[in-house]
RNA sequence: GCGGGCGUGGUGGAAUGGUAGACACACAGGACUUAAAAUCCUGAGGACGCAAGUCCGUGCGAGUUCGACUCUCGCCGCCCGCACCA
């Protein structure tokens, strides 16, 4: 071990100052910045023969200044890509901006500044913020979505996916957010409003784009399972949104139409045709074409669907609006028995987009064919009947029967149970005609639709395509890319200003020469975001992507951000990936190995005597426990103590990361969003805990300044030392470093924090044991143990981790250090403390060499006193020894 | 309504079925200081006790086990997602 005692350090300890000063992190964070950068210490080339690793974090929308979310999320992200970097791989981490979107218009209307120009001063204000942050970006490959050589890549792209079918144009009902003046997907809309708007959604009817995202809702759903590195929580919720269900879907006769209806039959999709004997009734859509067909000459259904959409223009009230119907007078026939005329219905709750857009109703066992049976006074009559029930006196009251059981009253399916039903009405569905044609067959249904990706804003990527009266839509030539926005808009108008432009979107067909007008919408943004991993293997590429680049990076071996978009992003990324797929841009399907979602940033909340919010600067608090309050610092009065809620603008409980940045340097804000709470839960941010986390940025300066200091007083003759205590020591270095290695792979990141405090602690109370006068073996001991701990802070605290390096004598970077390797031997300890319990209580506990065998280690546990005072002379029934862990003594 | 998750000291939280409360914050007492800040030391789940120690204790109630914060079942509470998807 003396050997490893490097010259170097004995000079440094002997020149250096050494002093009690304070570490000064502004300083220190922005010499090491700047040396970083100047090193190009976080430029990565492709070609590389280590072994690849892909680390990224959501990228941000340009807001302006970040935010402590922002904050959480990119050091947990930087933690893991320094450490692999340490671990020696080939490390992407990249950086870039999510730019197009409604905040920049609107700033656009209410500054009147250009939204570019809003827009590319945020990113400079942020990409400050961040950079002061000390992450190991490589900023070289710095994107931006609302750059033309990120779009034109997009539009590239679109014409691709175009030819290959996965895109097309057709009429549809929108939701149309009437207060952004846009269309929202149906992701977009959150409980009936605009996810970004919150203003109750409108239906409209316009021509959009669509990706045939539904084309791939079972391979979307089914590879879910292989994402093993996803949170299960994700794959859930993902699995719901797409939405399987397995069915029927089969069509019944009509009889009864009036003469001006053609149809002779309805078809309908149903998951439970093991009920179809107890149908009472059939219903369709106020959406559904018949329901259109028979509105044209029939004022009493014309004025139904009317009042339909008028309450469908929220779909909040839609939801909670009772249940209607119109009786059309039309006879559904039931495909087992013609004798059986069952009543067609308009209802207001069959949906148009799922299935057929008809239904049968059986209420017995369906709750909302019950309601509307029972208001209507239609037959209920149950085919399932519970096994402790008798079919001849079960009846249904208010709630339907969706639990297990056998079939009844449905003569040829009688006895069977619901799944033996389903597969035998099935069959004879399949068997029989109708119209020439079987009258039913097994079905498989989505929930997901396809991804409209039109918006009538101006800050988007414009969609390449022009529509000429001649030819029709065309794509634009990909030599004309990128179609670019005007510089030049005005805003007298509410709406899409491209499409109020007075030159922009006049153009020549490219075919036929004739006047021609450009596509006025732009992308959803989700499009921009849906591909920018893949950019960011090759930036500058003339290409969307270079094969080679993204065969080599792809998939981002861990990706990271929140869990709001578990549903919207990642589904989209996931089809893009695989449209990207078959236009030949990519070679992979899925591109996120692994996700984790991270917990929120919440502050508690305040508000003043008058009820206004206010922010925590605004507040003074006092006391603990019960006993805390608030004060409003203004005026002296009490304020109230809210909730602990993710910070936000509207409850005015933000903390700027800037403000902290400032007083406390990065590595003292990166360290306290990392320890405590589990990264994937919610993090309370406090005053205390900020400083908490600042004092021991603190202490471990100290630490290695004293480190340094005991250098100059050690004795090389000292008295004897114990080298229990030496290898005490070592054993703890060695097993935190083997401890924190393994809390970063697992990204737990707040375990690996307490394991770094308790190794500090430990060497605190080592260096203390010898009151300032260390012997040489000792002083090897200790600098080991404190070169680790500098080590393993380093991706978690780079500029103070660098300093201290420094202050250990180290002329390299820490950066560029390798990450430590623990000696196995050292983790394998001789011997150990078994805990010894009688009747299962703790009583006493045993040390032992590791390898006492089981009848000793027996023997020994039944003499101590302890455990001979608790069996109290008791006959011992059995001893249970658990090598290594624990004796257990029945009695 | 359906699906999922969570419930541990004053607080954040730790604990492959094996010593519950690691680590941190807050708090209290002490040292240093003219004083404060900073720092260092000590204490602490609850009850009883001078102490050794004993009993109780991971939302509530059962169960499995030599042994349960952990597994199973039933409740209660909170959080999240979906929601007329037939």
Redesign the pocket.
């Known amino acids: 071990m003396n050997t490893k005692f490097g010259r170097k350090f004995l000079e440094y300890c002997t020149t250096s100052m050494i002093n009690n000063e ?1 570490y000064n992190a502004r300083e220190c964070e922005a010499k090491w910045q700047k040396t970083w950068q100047d090193a190009n210490t976080f430029r990565v080339e492709n070609d590389s023969d280590k072994e690849k690793y892909y680390v990224l974090e959501m990228f941000p929308y340009p807001s302006g200044r970040i935010h402590m979310g922002h904050v959480r999320n990119y050091a947990m992200g930087d933690v893991v890509a320094r450490y692999k970097r340490a671990k020696g791989f080939n490390v992407l981490h990249p950086m870039g901006w999510d730019a197009f979107g409604m905040p920049a218009e609107n700033a656009a209307i209410e500054n009147d500044v250009h939204p570019a120009e809003w827009t590319y001063a945020n990113i400079d204000a942020m990409r400050g913020q961040l950079k002061s942050m000390g992450l190991s970006i490589d900023w070289s490959r710095e994107v931006a979505t609302c750059h033309p050589e990120y779009y034109r890549h997009q539009q590239a792209m679109f014409i691709d996916f175009l030819d290959a079918g996965l895109a097309y144009r057709k009429e549809s009902k929108v939701n149309w957010d009437p207060v952004d003046h846009t269309v929202l997907a ?2 977009q ?3 009936g409003k605009g996810w970004r708007s919150g203003a109750l959604v409108e239906q409209r009817e316009l021509v959009q784009w669509f990706f045939k995202i539904s084309d791939f809702s079972e391979d979307l759903l089914e590879t879910l399972e292989t994402l093993e590195r996803w949170p ?2 994700v794959r ?2 993902q ?3 797409i ?3 397995q ?2 879907q089969m069509s019944f006769a009509l009889r009864n139409l009036p003469d001006t209806i053609d149809e002779t039959s309805i078809e ?6 093991d ?1 179809l004997f107890g149908a009472s009734f059939c ?1 369709i ?1 106020p959406d559904h074409p018949l329901s259109s067909k028979l509105a044209e000459h029939n004022a009493e259904i014309q004025q139904f669907i009317a009042d339909c959409h008028r ?1 469908g223009t929220s ?1 909040e009230a ?7 119907g119109l009786d059309t007078g039309i006879k559904a026939l039931h495909p087992f028995d013609d004798s059986v005329e069952l009543p067609l219905y308009i ?16 209420p017995a066992h ?4 019950l ?2 049976a029972r208001k209507y006074k239609l037959n209920v009559t149950p085919v399932v009947i519970p096994a402790e029930e008798d079919p001849d006196t079960f009846t249904i009251g208010t709630q339907a029967y ?1 639990g297990e059981g056998r079939l009844a009253n449905s003569r040829f399916l009688n006895g069977l149970t619901i799944e033996d039903g389903k597969l035998k009405a099935a069959e004879k569905l399949e068997s029989q005609t109708l119209d020439g044609k079987p009258q039913g067959a097994r079905k498989t ?3 997901l ?1 396809d991804w409209g990706v039109s918006r009538q804003r101006y800050w988007g990527c414009p969609i390449p395509v022009i529509h000429c009266k001649t030819c029709g839509t065309l794509p634009v030539p990909k030599s004309d890319l990128p179609v670019k926005l005007p510089d030049e808009i005005t805003r007298d108008k509410p709406g899409n200003p491209l499409a109020h432009h007075p030159t922009w979107k006049f153009v020549t067909c490219h075919k036929c020469n004739g006047p021609a007008e450009r596509e006025t919408d732009t992308f959803d943004t989700f499009i921009d975001s849906s591909w920018y991993f893949a950019r960011f293997c090759s930036p500058r590429a003339d290409t969307p992507t270079e094969l080679d680049a993204v065969n080599y990076w792809l998939p981002v071996d861990q990706y990271i951000g929140g ?2 978009h ?2 919207l992003h990642l589904l989209y990324s996931r089809f893009f990936t695989r449209a990207m797929k078959i236009t030949g841009h990519v070679g992979l399907e899925e591109p996120f190995e692994g996700l984790f979602t991270q ?1 929120m940033v919440t502050h508690e909340t305040y508000r003043s005597n008058g009820g206004n919010w206010l922010s925590p600067s605004e507040v003074q608090i006092s006391g ?3 006993n805390r309050r608030a004060v409003e610092i203004a005026s002296g009065d009490v304020a109230a103590i809210g909730n602990t809620e993710k910070m936000s603008k509207s409850k005015r409980n933000t903390i700027d990361p800037s403000d902290i940045l400032e007083d406390y340097g990065a590595d003292t804000a990166r360290w306290f969003m990392l ?4 990264p994937e ?4 941010w ?4 900020v ?6 940025v ?2 471990l300066w ?1 630490l290695i300044t004293d480190l340094a200091a005991s250098q100059q007083t050690f004795v090389s003759t000292a008295e004897k030392i114990d080298p229990e205590k030496i290898l005490a020591l070592r054993t703890s270095t060695h097993k935190t470093l083997a401890a924190v290695g393994n809390d970063i792979e697992g990204l ?1 990141f ?2 690996a ?6 190794l ?2 430990t060497i ?2 080592f260096a ?1 044991s010898f009151g300032g006068k260390m012997e040489v073996s000792a002083l090897g001991a200790y600098k080991e143990a404190c070169e680790v701990l500098i080590q393993l802070i380093g991706p978690m605290m780079p500029h103070l981790s660098e300093e201290c390096w420094r202050a250990l004598g180290k002329s390299t970077m820490l950066a560029d250090q390798p990450w430590p390797q623990a000696e196995e031997e050292l983790l394998v300890e001789d011997s ?4 010894v ?1 009688v ?5 006493d ?1 045993l040390s032992v060499k590791k390898s006492t065998a089981k009848e000793e280690v027996e023997s020994l546990a039944l003499k101590l006193d ?1 455990v001979i ?2 069996i109290d002379g008791k006959p011992v029934r ?1 001893v ?1 020894v ?1 090598p ?7 009695v």
């Open positions: 304070r149906n992701e809309v959150i409980d299960d929580k859930l919720m699995r719901n949104w939405g399987r269900s069915g029927v309908l999709y149903t998951t439970r045709a009920t219903a859509s309450l779909q839609l939801e909670k609006a009772e249940k209607r209802a207001n709750f069959v949906l148009m987009d799922y299935g057929t857009g008809a239904i049968f109703g059986c369906d709750q909302r064919d309601d509307f969706i249904n989505y929930r639709r869990i709001e578990a549903i917990g603990d426990g019960d320890s405590d709470s589990p839960r919610d993090v309370i406090t005053e205390a805990g400083e908490g986390a600042h004092r021991f603190q202490r100290r737990r707040n375990r924090v307490a394991h770094i405090y308790e500090t602690n605190s109370a203390a150990i403390v078994m805990a319990q009747n299962g209580k703790r009583r506990e302890n005072r608790a059995r249970i658990v290594q862990r624990i004796v257990n003594i029945v």
